[in-house]
């Protein structure tokens, strides 16, 4: 038989007939006329070519072959509509497969332990989790939610300033042993010192370090001899005394607090990196992307990270506010 799609229509009918033994309280459930349950049923006999309900003045049974009909369609009947509650739980609730992409200093640094805590919080929802240091197209590679340090220049993209995190020049015990402890920004300059420079961190297209105390302004074009692509690269050549790192505070902070890195020119304001969460533009927000999102500001919150620029960042290039 061709699939007419009113037979799904007609089957519920028929089944809610079967279960109330009777055409006027079936109208009462379903909403529909006596008589509209009546033709209903009658079109769905037609269409099977076999006779349902036993009519007669006195009320109507079921037949044998109704009987069987309703005992094959009445399971697929409480699957459909348990798909359904399902549906409209998902519409509700924050279940499924969150797609999210991140830097690895990001990632290592701010994803990962909250994380833990968000799926403990939303056990339903599963993450995926890739690590791209530069922006990916999300129309050939699509995810939810995309979350990196500096400026990231996606097209299609709306994104949410996060938090400001301080920059922080530091190198390792062993190197501050060989090669002294600068003093002021000019000595970075020079050997002995070597600088770390990451060019995510900085910009590729201005490749320096800007000081400032109080109304004086150093701009350092450090000795260099390795050059990083990303801020963990350089996380890891200054914890192996290879030279003098500027990084986010939040990646080396612990490192800070175990004597692995040691600050240098604490006087010296080195600067801000920004952390940003991006979604595709129009792309509609599903309760798990909504509950993410939500729960990145409250752990932003907790970690006592300065957010000063509330305002939604457009897809447009966005200053680099160390360099500036």
Avoid at 18 to 41: K, M, N, P, W
């Amino acid at each position: 038989m061709r699939f007419d799609g009113r037979l799904i229509s007609g089957v519920g009918i028929f089944a809610s007939v079967v279960e109330t033994g009777s055409f006027v309280r079936t109208s009462e459930v379903v909403g529909l006329t006596t008589s509209g349950v009546s033709r209903a049923i009658g079109r769905l006999e037609e269409r099977l070519g076999v006779r349902l309900f036993h009519r007669s003045p006195r009320g109507i049974t079921v037949t044998e072959d109704g009987r069987r009909f309703y005992d094959q369609a009445l399971p697929l009947i409480e699957r459909l509509a348990q798909s359904a509650d399902e549906m409209r739980a998902c519409g509700q609730d924050a279940v499924g497969t969150l797609r999210v992409h991140a830097d690895s200093a990001s990632s290592s640094h701010f994803l990962i332990p909250a994380l833990r805590d968000f799926m403990e919080a939303y056990p339903r929802v599963d993450v995926q989790l890739e690590v791209r240091e530069r922006p990916s197209d999300l129309t050939s590679d699509p995810c939810d939610l995309a979350v990196h340090l500096g400026d990231a220049e996606w097209a299609g993209l709306v994104g949410e300033h996060l938090f400001d995190s301080p920059m922080i020049v530091c190198a390792s015990p062993s190197y501050a042993d060989d090669r002294g402890t600068p003093t002021t920004p000019q000595e970075l300059s020079a050997p002995p010192h070597m600088c770390l420079v990451d060019l995510k961190g900085v910009g590729r297209r201005n490749p320096h370090w800007v000081f400032r105390l109080d109304y004086e302004k150093v701009v350092v074009e450090g000795e260099r001899r390795l050059t990083c692509s990303t801020p963990m690269t350089a996380f890891a050549a200054a914890l192996g005394g290879m030279g003098i790192a500027r990084l986010p505070k939040f990646l080396v902070e612990e490192s800070l607090a175990t004597g692995r890195l040691v600050r240098f020119l604490d006087g010296w304001h080195a600067g801000l990196t920004s952390a940003s969460i991006y979604r595709p533009m129009g792309a509609a927000l599903t309760p798990r992307t909504r509950a993410f999102a939500d729960f990145l500001r409250m752990r932003v919150r907790e970690m006592g990270h300065s957010n000063h620029r509330t305002r939604a960042i457009t897809p447009a290039v966005i200053a680099d506010p160390v360099a500036a």
